[in-house]
């Protein structure tokens, strides 16, 4: 179980949306009130591209707690970014390390997950299998979520987004049916490659973790009625975060079951999100 | 806020009362009962005598959460101790690194805090410059609670321990007072020389964090009438918890307000606490 | 390029070979004579057995330098140990992270690794698929070195120790002729079950990195006249080294190229390594 | 013993100083050729300044050496700036942990020191007695390096940073006669106010650590001919390091014995450095 934020739109101090607003990411490391478990304490991530350089992100990330971490407080303090995703982590059991700390990225690409494949231990093999050879050599960690990262590059993740993540999320699921586990998939997802953000929420079981998406510009603007740079937001700004960030009605919208989401300069889309067989 | 345990008694594994225990100190990392807060996650440390070794005490301290930590688990499921304290750490805002995590340890002696001392930053200075010039350059980390003992230490803690313990809350509290803080001390606290184990529940406004003691080795026999190791434990066995290690009534004795314990060889012994003027 | 310690006999507090000797293994850490690097900063490890508790090793790993570890020159001081191996790491590229930390562990079984598989990353799919598919989910880490150690795990090291290391070298150089390497094992290596020791030394190119064993327990004796524990060692102790501890002649002697040892109780054998086919 | 650069002109991303020269910071971590110790690898840190932020400046510092950490390499080539100092620690015997990793920080100020007080152990009280008590608080290690920063600060840093910096060290040596230590300063110091960049070299014995500056501009673009964004650098520019950062002749002046530098905008001084009494 994890927590992640994801941000597209004006550049904004990191902090923002990590530590300065009510019910934060940070806030979540300790307190999650909406998922399995209340403490995401296992190692924490952050991504971002800059206005200068969208075609290759930025990372930090720790295995110490986002909360207790003063570089991770230093530096989204000062640096500004109109794309960025952030995660802290509760492992499901792989070992808490840099590598199996989200975001994950290979070129351009950022990608983060909250959820777990279940029966991983059993399907380890054989997912890994399935990942395009030349891929093979960039994997650094042990984590679930990072094979299913590498296993919608070897689908297509940089031609067609959605369709290499269907395709990756099906390919688990045959795997799973082979090995007898059941409900193998469950996630939330969010990936960009600097230009555009997605997220996906969906599971086998059709009961996913949270995810919810800011209604528009002026839900922020609600939100902090008394900061200035919020209020100089352009109208395309969304953020899309495993949890709501305060409980200010009508400004978080869930995103649905079995649904994606595509943000991008001028341009924000939801559509149904259907596992494929590759 | 922070926990510990205290175990005097038959060699046991120490994974007994920290790993295998229902509520046992690593699951009160993730979710404290008791506690101001429910996470311990700030780093922690353990320090055990062996039965060759009483007067040379080794230290294990990390700055991870003790729930992620491997080598935590494989150490204290491989060594057995007649004596060890063992503390999960929450800031209250000091630094989260490995000489600000419990136990202190000087010598043969160990200590362990759990609690604050109010008004530290402004008194920091007043209080560091009464402990004793010899032992000043020992002082590693920055946290009050590593100065309570160091001013233990000035105060006599090797020759009379309650006493030099009772003075050196007197001394803060005294000191307090020039500064015009309220209720200076909150504090649990467990100390041992290898020989016997102290644990003291007190603070200035009477309202102390929670402090209990099993009531004799057939309260431990009772928690695990499974495990055969407890089956051998020697009469005088006695643990001294923050938190009760699971729900069986009649097993864990609160120990009362502005009270001492003191176990070793054949003894267990209760006496009032009352700080006094050093 | 890494440096190693191995130890069997007559139980010694640890950190006799790591840190009280002359140029002991926490020395080379810092300044190696006799490696590719002369720093070995990325990691340590620690396995050892107890006279208790010869079938499940205990294990401490770090990812900071060895030389600077505070818990280490603690634990080694108060553990005495009749067999242990120690490992401090200079990565060849893969991450500084305690799952790529030697020694590897499975069941009672501990593994070393200086060296490097030479194209690893062209091979490592490769090397990885032979593996045995219920050992595939133990792998934790990234390094070649695990893999060679899961390689002769699944040729048989519980079997026949030595058999199945000269097919899991024989594998890989098949492999590597195959995607047009050249020379691609470089290693010594060193492990154990709890009841014997094997120490390797083999490259493909025959040119391998040092590998030194000590005379005989005079030798020992010689080296630290002064060191009451050391004038009571049993005759069968031995030491297995990269690089011997200290510079007096006679000591140390060099193991010869393709060549295997075997220490054990009465038992010091000396083979000729030649790897198979499997 | 430590290693440290600085640098004041046109905005460079950082790692062309820290990574891409020859000899550069990274690699003087590893092989320091002018130090007391060839390994550099106990924490790092780096503070920078960004154009749009003089009087905040950012912070990064890490408990590994400098060569491996992952999050390091990432962020100095992703973030310009127009004047930081990096600095790599090898500890003269005080822990290892981020509060004891330079640069220190005093609001706008940020600090490095190559070097030891000696007698350090002896005199720590005394000299922490006399900072400004106000200041107090704020020191979070305990080297010898940051209290020597809050004894400048004590004594006029903000207000004429020579001269409280000749107080500084003149208190230093006043205490260590008191005490009967010889030759207490050996310093090498770089310190900012986000406006201008001194550097100073000095030791009471009058055989400094190295230093060294850039002749002028023209030195830098000689350096890497190559490198476009250098043959922009105003002609401002100047770099201070501890060892040069390569072995063309010519380029490298090195700073003489007891000479402080002061760089600022179209600005390059160089004064005596005599200890004054406060």
Known sequence: MCR???YFGHPVLIDELLFRTEHGLIDQSLHARMGVETTNGDGFGLGWYTDNNRSDPCRYRGVTPAWNDANLRDLTSHIESPLFLAHIR???????QQTNCHPFRHGRWLFVHNGVINGYPQMRRDLVLAIEPSLFGAIA????SEVL???????????????????AVG???????????ENPVQMTVGFSNGERLWGVRYSSEHRSRTLFVSEDVSALRQLHPG???????TDEARAIVSEPLSDLPGVWLEVP???ALIIGPGDFERRPFHPQQP
């Open 4 to 6: 992640w934020n994801a």
């Open 90 to 96: 509760a492992t499901t059991g792989t070992p808490v």
């Open 141 to 144: 960690g042990s984590t679930d």
């Open 149 to 167: 990262f590498y296993l919608a590059l070897t689908f297509g993740l940089e031609d067609d987004p959605l369709l290499a993540m269907e395709r």
């Open 171 to 181: 390919f688990v699921e045959t795997t799973a049916k082979s090995h007898g586990v």
């Open 227 to 233: 900061n200035p740079r919020l209020q100089q937001l």
């Open 257 to 259: 079951e079995s649904t």
